[in-house]
């Protein structure tokens, strides 16, 4: 899947789908907190995934969020609660299931990504083939910014996190 539908140009596209990838991994659960309505980092990244692939399976979700099965079952629990997303057994094998947006949780996920690159549009469309360049220079700054930080966050051990259970 693209952007395009969004308004994003073919160019731009892709560069913002391969820069959310790699932000993913550098970004701290605390900062994700409460910024999707609500969602979690592992459900933000669960929208995401969804968006790229429309159905997946729970290893799929397991092995892109980085937890455990169990964990990721969890997650899906929730957002079923919410209203979210939707399981389904596949047709091909019956222990198999998918899991894929439901029409709310398809709704949240498009006014959100629709806001924000609308703002985001509107900041490019202002910018020079100069600054546009210059941009994408930044950006990689801030990257490598994150990956410091990233770094420093595996470098401490014996963190707990608390996670709650519904």
């Known amino acids: 899947m ?3 539908k969004y308004g994003v140009p073919e160019e731009l596209s892709q560069f913002v789908i391969d820069y959310i990838e790699e932000v993913k991994e550098l970004i701290s659960s605390d900062l994700w907190e409460n910024v999707f309505l609500n969602c979690s980092k592992n459900e933000v990244l669960v ?3 969804l968006f790229r692939k429309e159905a997946v399976n729970m290893t799929e979700i397991a092995d892109y969020v980085h937890v455990p099965l169990n964990t990721a079952t969890g997650i899906i629990s929730r957002m079923e609660k919410n209203g979210l997303v ?3 057994r596949s047709e091909e094998d019956k222990r198999v299931v998918q899991i894929s947006f439901s029409e709310k949780g398809m709704a949240q996920f498009e006014a959100l990504v629709s806001e924000l690159l609308r703002y985001g549009m509107e900041i490019i469309g202002s910018l020079t083939g100069e600054e546009m360049e ?5 950006t990689g700054k801030v990257l490598g910014v994150l990956r410091q930080e990233k770094d420093k966050e595996s470098a401490v051990s014996g963190k707990i996190r608390k996670i709650e259970i519904e």
Do not use: A, C, G, H
């Open 2 to 4: 693209n952007l395009i």
């Open 134 to 138: 210059l941009l994408q220079k930044m």
């Open 47 to 49: 929208f995401w995934l």
């Open 86 to 88: 939707i399981r389904t």
